[in-house]
């Protein structure tokens, strides 16, 4: 596709339960990148994927988080026994690693509620 | 670790007045540093970036932003902005060399009044 794509664009579950969040980025993208958005809290960095390895992932906030990268494309962040601090929009974005230039293209978002 | 921080969380201004947001960073390495913005009920792109080189930089919809070294500082201007220049801004860092991470502050809402 033309820009990175997330699914599902919203989420709501009950506290306890698992979730998934999908990640589609740009085609020949190396570098992938998780970020959670908060209100007031601007963008929190989590994870970011080097092909399918993970140099960075110092932003998890717990061990009920989780992501995997398959192929060098789609990603997957997990979240088990959800929180209700939780509830945030996970943005996910990508770019040309390499290039240095730094220039992240983000998805709109999987806003996700926890009640 | 690098850090970001936007001293203004909320900017009102009226159409065409100038307009600055404020960012400063703290990086023990050089840094490359971005402003991205987010427009209402969409996602973030990027606005312009300062790799190296004049210290002026210039980005799309007439805003530019100048790097001081001195006073670890990347602050966003535009002299007139437009109602449509409503959204949220973002000054972001990453270190040259080591990992790719971007680090964000956490963003200024600028509203543009009529």
């Known amino acids: 596709g033309a820009g990175v794509s997330q699914s599902p664009s919203n989420k709501v579950t009950e506290k306890g339960k698992d979730v998934e969040l999908r990640c589609d980025p740009i085609s020949g993208h190396t570098a992938l990148y998780w ?6 809290q601007g963008l929190e960095f989590l994870i970011y994927f080097q092909g399918n390895s993970a140099p960075d992932k110092s932003g998890l906030p717990s061990d009920r988080f989780s992501a995997e990268r398959t192929g060098g494309s789609v990603s997957t962040l997990t979240i088990q026994r959800t929180q209700q601090e939780d509830s945030a ?15 992240l293209f983000f998805g709109e978002g999987s806003r996700l509620t926890v009640l | ?40 009920n969409q996602g973030l792109q990027l606005l312009l970036k300062y790799l190296s080189g004049s210290t002026l930089v210039k980005g799309i919809n ?20 437009h109602i ?6 973002f000054c972001a860092v990453r270190n040259q060399g080591g990992s790719e991470k971007l680090v964000f502050g956490k963003g200024t809402k600028l509203t543009v009044n009529p």
């Open chain 1, 35 to 40: 970020y959670r958005q908060s209100l007031g």
């Open chain 1, 89 to 103: 929009v996970y943005l996910c974005a990508s770019s040309r690693s390499g290039t240095n230039t730094g220039e």
């Open chain 2, 1 to 40: 670790a690098q850090s970001v921080t936007q001293l203004d969380s909320q900017v009102p201004v009226f159409e065409e007045a100038p307009v600055e947001l404020r960012c400063n960073y703290s990086s023990s390495v050089s840094v490359y540093l971005f402003w991205y913005v987010q427009y209402p």
């Open chain 2, 62 to 81: 007439g805003f530019e932003a100048e790097f001081n070294k001195s006073q670890t500082s990347f602050h966003l201007r535009k002299p007139s902005v």
């Open chain 2, 84 to 89: 449509s220049d409503t959204a949220e801004y």
